[in-house]
Nanobody
Framework: VRLVESGGGLVQAGGSLRLSCTAF??????????MGWYRQAAGKQRERVAS??????NYADSVKGRFTISRDSAKNTVYLEMNNLTDEDTATYYC??????????WGQGTQVTVSS
């Protein structure tokens, strides 16, 4: 399976972005697994910011109320809607299964840069 993230970019503080992640090669990865969005800022460890499992979503406290995760199984795609962005959200964003023990290979990620 190959996960491909897109939708990142440069945005001003307070702005919004919508990230997408599509699974190629084994599309059922998104349909049948709990999925998560992760981010890694420069010099920091990768952290999970959102997850979705059977319609139940969970968010890190730092993004709660601002980010929304969703998925379209028919399109083999998971999304992350990000609103009211701050410079603390600057990072490379990745999607993967919520259970990392599945060892699904990481994609290249998509860079989000928020300018204040």
């Amino acid at each position: 399976v190959r996960l491909v993230e897109s939708g990142g970019g440069l945005v001003q503080a307070g702005g919004s972005l919508r990230l997408s992640c599509t699974a190629f090669g084994r599309p059922d990865t998104i349909r049948y697994n709990a999925m998560g969005w992760y981010r890694q800022a420069a010099g920091k460890q990768r952290e999970r910011v959102a997850s979705i499992s059977r319609g139940i979503t969970n968010y890190a406290d730092s993004v709660k109320g601002r980010f929304t995760i969703s998925r379209d199984s028919a399109k083999n795609t998971v999304y992350l809607e990000m609103n009211n962005l701050t410079d603390e959200d600057t990072a490379t964003y990745y999607c993967n299964t919520a259970d990392l023990r599945l060892e699904t290979p990481w994609g290249q990620g998509t860079q989000v840069t928020v300018s204040s």
